[in-house]
């Protein structure tokens, strides 16, 4: 499996407040963005996985859903995550 318990806890502990921290936002945007880059790159090699890239295209509306609700809330944790993930140019 790609996303094993390891690796999660590395990206909670990145970008959370600690390698137990699951829900806060940054940790969840970190960890969506980690599964749609790996999801991107699956659809390269496999164009015509209809799932997978209805899969894609959620996960990219959660992202977005929680980097909205980071901008109205706290601006600040909004643009250090942006540039922590590298999301704009």
Known sequence: MYLDQAKKQ???GQYGKSNTDTGS???QIALF???ISHLT???KKNRKDYTTARALTQLV???RAL???LYDR???RYRAIIKALGLRK
Do not use: M, P, Q, V
């Open 10 to 12: 590395e990206i909670f």
């Open 33 to 35: 963005s980690y599964r």
């Open 74 to 76: 706290d601006i600040n």
């Open 67 to 69: 980097l909205n609700y």
């Open 41 to 43: 790159e699956h659809l």
């Open 25 to 27: 936002a940054e940790s």
């Open 61 to 63: 509306g959660k992202r």
